[in-house]
């Protein structure tokens, strides 16, 4: 079964900090392109961050260039999203998910972990 | 950026009824195009991936054409389970740009 699970969301104030994991089982990490995906309380998807399977080629949105990493540890089949400078506009439901390098699409996808940005 | 622009933004319609979502690209995007179902609380569901291939089990209801800048998605004979909202976004490469958006209620 495929699984992914994120973890390490949080409150936290603007201007700090907050890492996102996301473990991976039930398919080929190693061989997979992965996203992060975040979506703010009662609004729509946005994309944010794409890494392919080794780490070689990395992407961000404008909106979060500069102040967030996506990094992968293929050795723990795991995704991360370390996040800095937040703002409250950050504030969202984060959701990791690969991209089949087959179909184009974001075929598998976590459950989200929320990172709230509040003083 | 390519930006993606959906239509409507909602709609209401009743169980049978033919439902039509739009998506447009600024730009051509060739058939680099996807479409997913989310529910509240969920995350989303591919539906539709290179513009007109359906999933795996996803219902045969569920349609897509396009190609270059103008897609649609449709749900041929609406059903009570498909509420929710609807996203296109661009497929294949970064940056993976999603539509706004289109709320399906169930009248």
């Known amino acids: 079964e495929v699984q992914l699970v994120e973890s390490g969301g949080g409150l936290v104030k603007p201007g700090g900090s907050l890492r996102l994991s996301c473990g991976a089982s039930?398919?080929?990490?190693?061989?997979?392109?992965m996203n992060w995906v975040r979506q703010a309380p009662g609004k729509g998807l946005e994309w944010v961050s794409y890494?392919?399977?080794?780490?070689?080629?990395?992407y961000y949105a404008d909106s979060v260039k500069g102040r967030f990493t996506i990094s992968r540890d293929n050795a723990k089949n795991s995704l991360y999203l370390q996040m800095t400078s937040l703002r409250a506009e950050d504030t969202a439901v984060y959701y990791c998910?690969?991209?089949?390098?087959?179909?184009?699409?974001?075929?598998?996808w976590g459950q989200g972990t929320l990172a709230t940005v509040s003083s | 950026d390519i930006q993606m622009t959906q239509s409507p933004s909602s709609l209401s319609a009743s169980v049978g009824d033919r439902v039509t979502i739009t998506c447009r690209a600024s730009?051509?995007?060739?058939?680099?195009l996807n479409w997913y179902q989310q529910r509240p609380g969920k995350a989303p569901k591919l539906l539709i991936y290179?513009?007109?291939s359906l999933e795996g089990g996803v219902p045969s209801r569920f349609s897509g054409s396009g190609s270059g800048t103008d897609f649609t998605l449709t749900i041929s004979s609406l059903q009570p389970e498909d509420f929710g909202t609807y996203y296109c976004?661009?497929?294949?490469?970064?940056?993976?740009?999603f539509g706004g958006g289109t709320k399906v209620e169930i009248k």
């Open positions: 976004q661009r497929g294949y490469s970064p940056p993976l740009t």
């Open positions: 730009q051509s995007i060739s058939n680099s």
């Open positions: 290179a513009a007109s």
């Open positions: 039930g398919f080929n990490f190693n061989n997979s392109n």
């Open positions: 890494i392919t399977s080794g780490g070689t080629y990395i």
């Open positions: 998910a690969r991209l089949s390098m087959v179909r184009g699409g974001l075929d598998y």
